[in-house]
């Protein structure tokens, strides 16, 4: 009896965590065209470039804004809203990768990472 008791439990708490889980955010991988045409389409995007000061003066994609990894890693979840779209580069993809996997786990609904980051980065930037 105890035993069917704990296995309903249980089979409770999956169901009632199925729809808490599916309606997190995604961290979507996207290449460098495919953020072109999102830089293109004329819908509020946020770009976030989380290398150091220097590398970000150098060259950055247009409309960028620095925000460098250490700083981004503590305050990643109070700069942004979770409506926002947003996009992080850095200068090969890892850095921008967990910034955004964090968001994602906390309901950010539309949070993208440049693979390969600036290294692949072949369209225009601002110097």
């Not at 000061?53 to 950055?60: G, L, R, V």
């Not at 700083?71 to 779209?85: M, N």
């Not at 200068?91 to 290294?119: A, F, W």
Request: aromatic share 8%; with cysteine.
């Amino acid at each position: 009896m105890i035993r069917k008791l704990i296995c309903n439990f249980l089979v409770m708490i999956v169901f009632l965590l199925i729809p808490v889980i599916s309606f997190g955010g995604t961290l979507k991988e996207i290449d460098g065209e495919t953020l072109e045409k999102m830089m293109a389409d004329g819908k509020t995007i946020l770009i976030v470039d989380v290398r150091e000061p220097d590398e970000f003066a150098a060259n950055h994609l247009k409309g960028a804004i620095n925000l460098p990894y250490k700083i981004a890693k503590s305050k990643v979840l109070t700069e942004f809203s979770p409506k926002d779209r947003i996009v992080f580069v850095c200068h090969g993809g890892p850095m921008g990768h967990e910034l955004g996997t964090i968001l994602s786990r906390n309901n950010y609904q539309e949070v993208y990472n440049l693979i390969g980051g600036m290294k692949k980065w072949r369209g225009p930037v601002v110097k």
